[in-house]
C-alpha cells in the first residue's frame, strides 16, 4: 500500500510565510549548487581571472611613519 505525496505546490500554501522564505532560500542553494557543479572554478565567472589580471592600478609608495617615542623602562 503507498500513500499518495501531495503535490508540492499545495505543501507550499499551507507554509507560515517565514517557512516560505527560510524554504525559497534553501531552493536557491540548491540551485546554485547545481549550476556550478562541473564548472572549472565554481563561484567565479568563466575566464574571471584571465580577464582582470593585472587591472588593479599602481598605488604610490606609503610614507614612513617615523620613529616611534622612546620610553623610559619600568623598573
Do not use: N
Not at 23 to 46: I, M, N, Y
Not at 67 to 75: H, K, M, W
Amino acid at each position: 500500500m503507498s500513500v499518495a505525496l501531495k503535490p508540492l505546490e499545495e505543501l507550499v500554501k499551507e507554509l507560515t510565510p517565514q517557512a516560505r522564505l527560510e524554504l525559497r532560500d534553501f531552493a536557491e542553494f540548491l540551485w546554485h549548487k547545481q549550476s556550478t557543479v562541473g564548472s572549472k572554478a565554481p563561484g567565479w565567472p568563466a575566464d574571471f581571472f584571465e580577464r582582470f589580471a593585472g587591472c588593479m592600478p599602481d598605488f604610490p609608495d606609503i610614507e614612513p611613519e617615523g620613529d616611534y617615542e622612546t620610553r623610559t623602562e619600568l623598573t
